[in-house]
T-cell receptor
Framework: AQSVSQHNHHVILSEAASLELGCNYSYGGTVNLFWYVQYPGQHLQLLLKYFSGDPLVKGIKGFEAEFIKSKFSFNLRKPSVQWSDTAEYFCAVIPSGGYQKVTFGTGTKLQVIP | EPEVTQTPSHQVTQMGQEVILRCVPISNHLYFYWYRQILGQKVEFLVSFYNNEISEKSEIFDDQFSVERPDGSNFTLKIRSTKLEDSAMYFC??????????????FGSGTRLTVV
């Protein structure tokens, strides 16, 4: 079965700082990878996804993530965070094909200080 | 952009009562899911549903839970005899067919269930 690890549980940054959130997954086959964001009191929203092709994926709101197959990693980055990026970020993996379920990481709470 | 709609947004129920959480998936999607998130914890898979039957379920999804697609549009999660520990945010999700095109995996806005 697949699993996802997010090593940073709580990150505090000042506005304009750069962000990198780590995500590692474990699965023996081909996977699709996602980053979701959950703003306080709101539902999960898709930030970006990787299926195939260019391992550098650009998402909404200036976020990007890089899939490094050899490291089983899919880290999320943003060059300059804003106060409105305060939220919880979940990395997720789904094996390719069929009706496979999404497996989520434990999430990283990001707090951006104005 | 198409949405997955969940109702109600918040439901309070007494312990031991039955609740039905409702979801309207995106119309051309074929795979349906329920997940839950207990406050402060990660999102957990409950069940997947395809071709009018359960395709996979987690160990959380015991006999207390059931799912149904009673018509062509709704997808429901029934929780019988609710317990305090069932209090959580329940997310419905739906997904398009695989094999070409976008995965289209979309979550609804969630139903917050509070068992008192």
């Amino acid at each position: 079965a697949q699993s996802v690890s997010q090593h940073n549980h709580h990150v505090i940054l000042s506005e304009a700082a750069s962000l990198e959130l780590g995500c590692n997954y474990s699965y023996g086959g081909t996977v699709n990878l996602f980053w979701y964001v959950q703003y306080p009191g709101q539902h999960l929203q898709l930030l970006l996804k990787y299926f195939s092709g260019d391992p550098l994926v650009k998402g909404i709101k200036g976020f990007e993530a890089e899939f490094i197959k050899s490291k089983f990693s899919f880290n999320l980055r943003k060059p300059s965070v804003q106060w409105s990026d305060t939220a919880e970020y979940f990395c997720a993996v789904i094996p390719s094909g069929g009706y496979q379920k999404v497996t989520f990481g434990t999430g990283t709470k990001l707090q951006v200080i104005p | 952009e198409p949405e997955v709609t969940q109702t109600p947004s918040h439901q309070v129920t007494q312990m031991g009562q039955e609740v039905i959480l409702r979801c309207v998936p995106i119309s051309n999607h074929l795979y349906f899911y329920w997940y839950r998130q207990i406050l402060g914890q990660k999102v957990e898979f409950l069940v997947s549903f395809y071709n009018n039957e359960i395709s996979e379920k987690s160990e959380i999804f015991d006999d207390q839970f059931s799912v149904e697609r009673p018509d062509g549009s709704n997808f429901t999660l029934k929780i019988r005899s609710t317990k305090l520990e069932d209090s959580a945010m329940y997310f419905c999700a739906s997904r398009a067919e695989t094999g070409g095109g976008s995965y289209g995996y979309t979550f609804g806005s969630g139903t917050r269930l509070t068992v008192v």
